[in-house]
């Protein structure tokens, strides 16, 4: 038990949708970061946030976008979704600069 | 460009046996490394990490792993497979900071555990 807590867990969406997914962090935990893992590959780094700011960001297009709350905790939406964006969506929170704490992860599905 | 590699995509070991699960990495400079495991339908767990110091790193649940710098490796060990360590494991790598980077993970593509009894 990592004290990550995601939701929801399970969401169908169809494409051209909007969603919201969201994350409490860990107690003490000023860092967030999102990955997306899609089926039978590793995650894949989205964005980090550190203190409400965002604190570096992977190769996806500017339709994932995220906040961070005074709380910690973390909102990503994505925007127009595409097939493809079928995936497990992993929140992941630490203190800044130590080992990351993962939740049990969102799973969406795009019909 | 960075990237994590986990050659094997499934390991297969019988209980009691020694086990390994190899990672390999293309990081300049010195990156900090881990290994996580994922039960189905779970995220991801953190096992242990290596930052500076010591070649060989201890972490949860028995398992180990060893930092080679000459062979940019980071292979995780455990002496005796249980039947509960069957999971999917992931190497992961985090630029060193200074370097524009963050705190990301860089992941490689995972290998799954069979222990068989």
């Known amino acids: 038990e990592t004290g990550v807590t995601q939701s929801p867990t399970h969401l169908i969406k169809t494409r051209g949708q909007q969603v919201t997914l969201r994350c409490s962090s860990q107690s003490g935990h000023n860092t967030v970061s999102w990955y997306q893992q899609a089926l039978g590959q590793g995650p894949q780094f989205i964005f980090q946030?550190?203190?409400?700011?965002?604190?570096g960001r992977g190769n996806f297009p500017p339709r994932f976008s995220g906040l961070q709350f005074p709380n910690y905790s973390s909102e990503l939406n994505v925007n127009a979704l595409e097939l493809d964006d079928s995936a497990l969506y992993l929140c992941?929170?630490?203190?800044?600069?130590?080992?990351?704490?993962f939740g049990d992860g969102t799973r969406l599905s795009i019909l | 460009a960075q990237s994590v590699a986990q050659p094997e995509d499934q390991v297969n070991v019988a209980e009691g046996n020694p086990l390994t699960v190899k990672c390999t990495y293309s990081v300049s400079g010195n990156p900090y490394l881990f290994w996580y495991v994922q039960y189905p339908n779970r995220g991801l767990q953190f096992l242990l990490k290596y930052i500076t110091g010591d070649n060989l790193v201890k972490g949860s649940y028995g398992f180990e792993a060893e930092f080679n710098k000459s062979q940019t490796s980071f292979h995780l060990k455990k002496p005796s497979a249980l039947v509960s360590d069957s999971a999917l494991y992931f190497c992961a790598v985090s630029p060193p900071r200074g370097s524009g980077n963050t705190g990301k993970l860089i992941f490689g593509q995972g290998t799954t555990l069979q222990v068989k009894p």
């Open positions: 946030y550190y203190r409400e700011e965002e604190n």
């Open positions: 992941a929170s630490s203190p800044y600069g130590q080992p990351q704490h």
